[in-house]
């Protein structure tokens, strides 16, 4: 059974940082990609960044150079770095992965979600 924990949202300044982390019951080696997407009050979920199983890394226009999607060593996490956060990035944030190789940043290549951590950035 896959179980994805996410953790390390929480509420910042602008311009602030911080580090979510994706705990995976599965190696993490194995899905074909696995990513971070966010959903705010009254919007879609959007992809924010994904990694694909050779971890080639896509991220959506609006967090590039912001934000880093990387892998833990060997402790099956993966994490989102995000610096220079603004109000704008406010949205529950979630965990996904997926063994479809047609994946990238759109929701329904992704099987798997964990429960969300939400992050708050005030002005």
């Known amino acids: 059974q896959v179980q994805l924990v996410e953790s390390g949202g929480g509420s910042v300044q602008s311009g602030g940082s911080l580090k979510l982390s994706c705990a995976s019951s599965?190696?993490?080696?194995?899905?074909?990609?696995m990513g971070w997407f966010r959903q705010a009050p009254g919007k879609e979920r959007e992809g924010v960044a994904t990694?694909?199983?050779?971890?080639?890394?896509m991220y959506t226009d609006s967090v590039k150079g912001r934000f880093t999607i990387s892998h833990g060593n060997g402790d099956n996490t993966l994490y989102l770095e995000m610096n220079s956060l603004q109000p704008e990035d406010t949205a529950m944030y979630y965990c996904?992965?997926?063994?479809?190789?047609?994946?990238?940043?759109?929701?329904?290549?992704?099987?798997?979600w964990g429960q969300g951590t939400q992050v708050t950035v005030s002005s």
């Open positions: 599965v190696n993490i080696a194995s899905p074909y990609c």
């Open positions: 990694t694909k199983r050779d971890r080639t890394p």
């Open positions: 996904a992965l997926t063994w479809n190789p047609q994946c990238g940043l759109t929701t329904d290549a992704f099987d798997y």
